[in-house]
């Protein structure tokens, strides 16, 4: 069942039950006060009744020919008298009765309230009542309660046709309102289908409507449109994955098939072998890059706290080699900091900076690690004295396998990984790393949540 059929049952029903309870009370309310007013006339007629027939003697009616009761403003009713012994046998009459009247043991007790009984298919009320100064002597006086009936029947049939009237008027409006209603829902339904059958484009683009309704639709437009770019930026990754991986492979098999098509020398063989031997160091640099950006993904949030000083010593031994190699000093400026963060992550991370730092920097050069408290963050800068980078370059620096003009002309052996799998890392501690313009050279800027001091 649809949200729109269910919206409409609900309010039908609601509509049904109110309705029907309120219309059983008026019903219930307007019988109990027409009978009512009958008992009370009733009795007041049965009391003068009697005190005529005690003045005959109390074995004769005396039932006079005034009006009688009067039933919902209709005129006088026909009176049902019968007058009762001591032992409950019948002393006298009326002629309105078709046949005998009811025996005493069938009615309710004296001075009780007023009671239905049936005079062959008439339907009376009645009320049984002393003859003063004549002891165990009853007297029944009944009236018909046909108008009554008829009244409530024809408030039952009214009632009905009124019922059914509003709950079709109710059911026809309930269809138009949800509907309304519901027009966001609906297209908000269409374009869910339609992005699960894999339709990136489609978008709600709701302006009007209920505020909460525009902006859920505003939300999952924005949302479907994340998702394309994180989509895009997947198959993409993958393609390049697939390229770079194909590259060094194809040299390896390239080199490989080469080596084996003739008999060659010693030196020539060991020079295949270095060249495959490059091509697989290329293949599983690139392998554990990748395996690396997708565990990024999946860190948890930090609860240790480390120190930032400390993690950037042990990042800077693991490039020593190479540092020393082009003779680039690392140096460091500021106090030391300590975040939340995974220890090994953010050693990553820093080796990664310190690495790019140190293979753009000149020979002799300098690469310089600042630390700041910024109160609510810490930020550590790591800047270089190379060339930096140019424009183009910079807004595509921390894309998956992206390499700058300099890295392309000088066949950089990099993977192109190394400034994404760092900006991840940054994130998922809450952080950002950022390229900044503070020359010479290229300086990327490092923010982490700092850590609150214990106790």
Known sequence: MSLHTRYVVAISAITLVTLGGAFAAVSISVNASQQRQLDLALAEEAREEAAEAAVLGGDE??????????????????????????????????????????????????????????????????????????????????????????????????????????LLWTILVAVAVVRRLTHGHQ?????????????????????????????????LDTMIGRLGLLIG?????????????????????????????????????????????????????????????ARVGAIEMATQQVDLRELSEEAAALVTVEAEAREVRILWDGPSSRVLGHGNDLVRLLRNLLENAVRHSPAGGRVTVRYQDL?????????????????????????????GAHERATNDSGTGLGLTIAQEIARAHGGELRLVDRGPGACFVLELPAAKPVG
């Open 61 to 166: 009616l005396a039932i006079s020919d005034r009006p009688g009761p009067a039933a919902n403003d209709v005129g006088p009713l026909t009176k049902y008298g019968a007058l009762y012994g001591p032992d409950g046998t019948i002393i006298a009459q009326t002629e309105s009765w078709q046949g005998r009247p009811p025996a005493l043991a069938e009615l309710g007790p004296v001075g009780a309230p007023s009671f239905d009984l049936w005079s062959d298919e008439e339907h009376l009320r009645g009320s049984l009542v002393e003859i003063p100064a004549h002891p165990g002597v009853t007297m029944l006086l009944a009236a018909p309660r046909g108008d009554l009936d008829g009244d409530a029947r024809f408030l039952m049939r009214a009632m009905a046709a009124v019922f059914g009237i509003a």
């Open 187 to 219: 297209r908000i339904a269409a374009v869910a289908r339609r992005v699960a059958a894999g339709d990136l484009d489609a978008r709600i683009r709701m302006q009007r409507g209920d505020p909460e309704v525009v902006q859920l639709a505003q939300d």
């Open 233 to 293: 930026s997947q198959q993409r990754f993958i393609a390049n994955a697939a390229h770079e991986l194909r590259s060094p492979l194809t040299t390896l098999y390239g080199e490989l098939s080469h080596a084996l098509r003739r008999a060659r020398d010693n030196a020539e063989y060991e020079r295949v072998i270095r060249e495959a031997l490059a091509a697989t160091q290329r293949l599983r640099r690139l392998t554990e890059d990748l395996l690396e950006v």
């Open 375 to 403: 109160g609510r963050h810490i930020e550590v800068s790591v800047r270089d004295e190379g060339p930096g980078l140019a424009e183009v370059d910079r807004e595509r620096i921390f894309e998956a396998f992206y390499r």
